[in-house]
């Protein structure tokens, strides 16, 4: 079982002891999970890039898998191209993005995740790292073909709440050779305001979320577990399924 778990890097600005406690966590988790997913900024706040947290984790972790986010809306081609040829041997994948628009950027440039993701193949760097794109959770496969013809790796998903939602995307993209990532909210209290935020309904799978992931796993063959907001209830799930 391949179980991922996202980890939100601190706001530029964050002190010190903001940072030490997010390595002490990365730390934690890293014994009882297969991989840790580092996210670029969200909803445009600017945040510590994922790829310095990722060269700070393989100072101390060889071994844990790393995947990281890059969005493209704020930056020039070649300056994504710098940074994933930085991220070989650093992170064994990146996951493209479009990226929600920053207060503090104008957009640069025109770029789309899936065109990015066919330049970067042209070059050569799919053979050196896994490149993903991300699609709904319940998509719309005609809209999505221009990120199919792009042939990522793979797709992360958005948040999903249910096993019906995994096995259509499976079934459809599986057989075309994608892997494919389910990303799950765990269900907290914590966390209550975040699936407010994002409309998610985890009614399905909150009283058992476990069987969930086992459920989503046999299906997709990985799971990504998000927790925003509740990082020793994400501890606890981790160690029951490690167990």
């Known amino acids: 079982?391949?179980?991922?778990?996202?980890?939100?890097?601190?706001?530029?600005?964050?002190?010190?002891?903001?940072?030490?406690?997010?390595?002490?966590?990365?730390?934690?988790?890293?014994?009882?999970?297969?991989?840790?997913?580092?996210?670029?900024?969200?909803?445009?706040?600017?945040?510590?890039?994922?790829?310095?947290?990722?060269?700070?984790?393989?100072?101390?972790?060889?071994?844990?898998?790393?995947?990281?986010?890059?969005?493209?809306?704020?930056?020039?081609?070649?300056?994504?191209?710098?940074?994933?040829?930085?991220?070989?041997?650093?992170?064994?994948?990146?996951?493209?993005?479009?990226?929600?628009?920053?207060?503090?950027?104008?957009?640069?440039?025109?770029?789309?995740?899936?065109?990015?993701?066919?330049?970067?193949n042209d070059k050569g760097f799919n053979d050196k790292l896994e490149l993903f794109l991300s699609i709904p959770a319940n998509p719309n496969f005609a809209k999505i073909q221009k990120k199919i013809d792009a042939r990522p790796k793979g797709f992360f998903t958005q948040i999903v709440n249910s096993q019906a939602m995994v096995q259509r995307i499976t079934d459809y993209l599986k057989p075309k050779g994608f892997r494919i990532i389910p990303c799950l909210l765990l269900p907290s209290e914590k966390n209550l305001k975040s699936a407010e935020f994002l409309k998610i309904d985890w009614s399905n799978y909150k009283d058992d979320f476990s069987e969930f992931v086992n459920q989503v796993h046999s299906l997709a063959d990985d799971v990504l577990i998000t927790s925003p907001n509740d990082f020793k209830g994400a501890h606890e799930t981790l160690s029951k399924l490690a167990s």
């Open 1 to 120: 079982m391949t179980i991922m778990y996202e980890i939100n890097p601190p706001r530029i600005s964050a002190e010190q002891n903001v940072l030490d406690t997010l390595f002490e966590r990365i730390e934690s988790i890293s014994s009882i999970c297969d991989s840790i997913h580092l996210t670029d900024s969200v909803l445009g706040i600017p945040r510590i890039s994922p790829l310095d947290i990722a060269k700070k984790i393989r100072e101390y972790n060889q071994k844990i898998k790393l995947t990281c986010s890059l969005r493209v809306r704020d930056k020039e081609l070649n300056t994504i191209e710098e940074i994933v040829k930085e991220s070989i041997g650093i992170v064994d994948g990146v996951l493209i993005l479009m990226g929600d628009k920053s207060n503090t950027n104008n957009d640069k440039t025109n770029l789309v995740s899936s065109k990015v993701v066919e330049l970067l």
